[in-house]
């Protein structure tokens, strides 16, 4: 089992090594695309509000007062505890990211320019600063000022329509999908800005990511087909529409996912099963003449399947080299000797002594690969420090804490 930190993470060798990350977002789609510049080696400075700090701190399971899904979320970052409601606050920030590469925020559009802080004024005094703005709705059009979380981007997106049974309730999926998107095309919208101004000899710029255009961006072939045909996709539940064989099919111990939609998969598949009549079938040769007879396909499989247990029906699939899969759990995960063999499940020790398990980094780089060289950070863990090397003295930092400025 690999430990906290990567033997490679004390040669300081990540890719994005030299770069400065001012995280200014909570909860999850900015801390998110700031967790994962951290972990490619930027150096992330957190800022929270003094008192409570990122309610992340105390969503789901807490273990020694803080929740263990910020072990994973603040990895890799530093905390400055400071409060940017007061002008002192404002000013101190703008000093940090007057030195700063990338400015990571998630507020309610408005928010920094209520600070003294819009793109303008901090390209100002740091025209190469890559700004980084993740909302509901974007930085303009007509519902720029409406609240949007997570859940909502992925409705308007177009995800929430497409899951679940038809005819019943639309059900999300199980994690706050809509905010990770938005972080990873945040992430990519970064490097990208980055990279022109390196390479290209650009100024910094403004990434705008909306949440539900985020969802909506991996929404696959669903516009084309509504403009092209006048076809509204619908939920299928565990099935794929369109493509066929590929759903979930029961077995006498749960359920197995099986994907025989490759032409040469299918037969492989029929042949598994002893359905080689079906397999032959020049009719279901092709993907178009197996989606006319799909709830046949599906319930052949079906019949095969629950007749075996799922270790069978994955043994039987695998040395027919057809794709399949069991529904893994959190402990199936962590049981699982593929997950353990490529580093994705890590131990991480907290600043509150304890070890926890914790997802490995993705992705996989050969030269510069992601590390953890921190644990998340106690609420002000690096408040000092940070300031003291933006040249206050320990007089000025301590007439701050005084003043409630910082933590």
């Not at 530093?78 to 007061?86: F, I, M, N, P």
């Not at 199936?332 to 994705?344: G, K, L, Q, T, V």
Request: charged share 20%; with cysteine; proline share 6%.
């Amino acid at each position: 089992m690999q430990e906290t930190v990567n033997p490679l993470a004390g040669l300081q060798e990540g890719a994005l090594r030299g770069v400065r990350v001012v995280e200014m977002g909570q909860l999850i789609a900015g801390p998110f695309a700031g967790k994962t510049l951290g972990e490619f080696g930027a150096e992330v400075i957190k800022i929270e509000a003094p008192g409570a700090g990122d309610p992340l701190r105390n969503w789901r399971l807490i273990k020694e007062g803080t929740s263990v899904w910020w072990q994973v979320q603040s990895r890799n970052k530093k905390s400055v505890a400071l409060d940017l409601r007061q002008p002192q606050g404002q000013d101190l920030a703008r000093q940090l990211l007057q030195e700063a590469d990338v400015l990571i925020e998630n507020f309610r559009p408005g928010t920094l320019e209520g600070w003294g802080m819009s793109p303008d004024e901090l390209h100002a005094i740091n025209p190469g600063l890559v700004i980084l703005r993740i909302s509901g709705y974007g930085q303009t059009g007509p519902y720029r000022d409406l609240p949007g979380f997570g859940v909502v981007g992925e409705a308007m997106g177009g995800l929430r329509h497409l899951t679940g049974e038809p005819g019943r309730v639309p059900v999300r999926v199980g994690v706050s999908i809509g905010d990770t998107l938005a972080a990873l095309h945040g992430t990519i919208g970064v490097l990208t800005a980055l990279y022109h101004r390196k390479v290209n000899g650009g100024k910094g710029q403004v990434i705008d990511v909306a949440l539900h255009e985020a969802v909506f961006n991996v929404m696959e072939s669903l516009i084309p087909e509504y403009s092209a045909f006048g076809a509204v996709r619908e939920a299928a539940g565990s099935a794929l529409p369109g493509i066929a064989p590929s759903n979930a099919y029961p077995c006498a111990d749960g359920w197995v996912l099986v994907a025989g939609n490759g032409d040469s998969i299918f037969k492989r598949l029929m042949q598994t099963i002893g359905r080689d009549d079906l397999g032959n079938s020049p009719d279901l040769a092709n993907n178009a003449g197996r989606v006319a007879r799909v709830a046949e396909i599906d319930a052949a499989i079906g019949a095969w399947t629950q007749t075996q247990t799922i270790t069978a029906v994955l043994e039987a699939l695998a040395a027919a080299r057809v794709p399949a899969g069991r529904v893994y759990t959190a402990k199936d995960i962590c049981e699982d000797p593929h997950y353990r063999a490529r580093d994705m499940i890590l131990t991480q020790t907290t600043r509150d002594g304890y070890s926890v398990e914790v997802p490995g980094i993705v992705p996989k780089l050969s030269a510069t690969p992601g590390t953890i060289r921190s644990s998340a950070p106690k609420l002000g863990d690096d408040t000092d420090v940070v300031l003291a090397g933006m040249g206050l003295s320990a007089a000025q930092i301590a007439q701050l804490r005084t003043q409630g400025v910082i933590q």
